[in-house]
């Protein structure tokens, strides 16, 4: 395994203060997702307020797996069956569907990392279930990125908190450590045994996102390249945090301002 990168208490600093910056976007960008509106008005309005707040978009001309083309949207918006990476476009949002937003900023040379999912008037308590079990689960595998525990210990939490309910958890896509680039080791994985791994230390900075499925686990990839959904299309949901390691309690980087 690549070498993990550990950061200094300034370099922390500045991760806290990109965190913020992603936070407060996310949230302003959840604001604005209603029926009737395209997923490319929301990454366009993303694209402003990013700007306003004297950031950049990580995202935007991200290089793609070989033979794709760079990634052309400030945010990943996923829609329903789309997983991840969704491409802003015509697509309008419609009651009783879920958006998920992904937004990652450069902020003064550093990342910060973010995603929710948002139900637009959704009624369908099983739905309504997969997002609040995702989001437990991402709040479970915060709470194991603590110095001393191993590297699985997260991603065994995640699963533990989702099996139960009869989800599916993406295997294909993990979270990264992350920091003045987007995607650093170690690769996080949303399954597994715990206590394998390397040993957390404090100074490390990880992008905990579980991704998780009304049903199969299993996903594809659509034409463009980009797009993951569903092989069986039920609705997915992704949710994700940036947090330092300590000891005793990781430390969520992601908080928006109240």
């Known amino acids: 395994m690549a070498k993990i990168i550990l950061k200094n208490a300034q370099e922390l600093d500045g991760m806290r203060a990109a965190g913020k910056v992603a936070a407060n976007i996310r949230m302003q960008l959840a604001k604005e997702i209603a029926p009737g509106v395209s997923t490319q008005e929301l990454d366009l309005f993303a694209k402003d307020i990013i700007e306003k707040a004297g950031a950049r978009s990580a995202f935007i001309h991200y290089p793609g797996p070989r033979g794709v083309p760079k990634y052309p949207g400030y945010t990943c918006i996923s829609v329903n069956e789309e997983v991840v990476h969704g491409i802003p476009g015509d697509r309008k949002i419609r009651l009783g569907d879920i958006v998920s937003i992904d937004v990652g900023v450069v902020y003064e040379g550093f990342i910060g990392d973010n995603a929710m999912t948002v139900p637009v008037g ?90 998780v499925n009304l049903g199969t686990h299993n996903v594809e990839t659509l034409e463009d390249g980009w797009t993951v959904v569903t092989a069986d299309r039920k609705y997915s949901v992704h949710v994700e945090h940036t947090v330092a390691v300590h000891k005793g309690k990781a430390e969520i980087l992601t908080l928006p301002d109240e």
């Open 122 to 211: 959704v009624t369908d308590m099983k739905i309504l279930e997969l997002i609040r079990v995702s989001e437990q689960s991402l709040m479970n595998g915060i709470a194991k990125a603590v110095a001393g525990n191993r590297l699985t210990d997260i991603s065994h939490a995640i699963e533990q908190t989702v099996i139960p309910h009869g989800f599916g958890v993406v295997r294909d896509f993990v979270g990264h450590g992350v920091g003045r680039n987007m995607h650093e080791p170690p690769q996080i994985y949303n399954f597994g045994p715990p206590g394998q791994g390397p040993v957390l230390k404090e100074g490390m900075t990880l992008a905990i996102e579980p991704m």
